[in-house]
């Protein structure tokens, strides 16, 4: 069975940092690219971040760029995303997922197939 569990979020002021951390089992980590997307109150999903099996690539969305960092540790089976000089249009659910393609086109929604229950980021001051 596979799982994705989040874990890390919380409550954060303006410009501050947070780490989340997703551990995932029931399945060969090392064959898929894996993913953050988030919903934010009243908002649809929106995907954020996405890292090739290896490491090597990544691929983030606008509205994220030169703030957030996502990577992997395949000997831990987790996958992390690093939130820096968050804003408070950062508020939102955000979750942990599997890309069930290679990696081109792991930045977009529809490819997604197992997602974690999602883990809550709140910035505010």
């Known amino acids: 069975e596979v799982q994705l569990v989040e874990s890390g979020g919380g409550l954060v002021q303006p410009g501050g940092s947070l780490k989340l951390s997703c551990a995932a089992s029931g399945f060969s980590f090392d064959d898929y690219a894996m993913g953050w997307i988030r919903q934010a109150p009243e908002k649809g999903l929106e995907w954020i971040s996405a890292?090739?099996?290896?490491?090597?690539?990544?691929y983030y969305a606008d509205s994220v760029k030169g703030r957030f960092a996502i990577y992997r540790d395949n000997t831990e089976n987790r996958v992390y995303l690093e939130m820096n000089n968050l804003k408070p249009e950062d508020t939102a659910v955000y979750y942990c997922?599997?890309?069930?393609?290679?990696?081109?086109?792991?930045?977009?929604?529809?490819?997604?197939?197992?997602w974690g229950q999602g883990i809550q980021v709140t910035v505010s001051s």
């Open positions: 890292v090739n099996w290896s490491n090597e690539s990544t």
């Open positions: 997922s599997r890309c069930e393609i290679k990696w081109v086109g792991c930045n977009s929604l529809g490819f997604y197939d197992f």
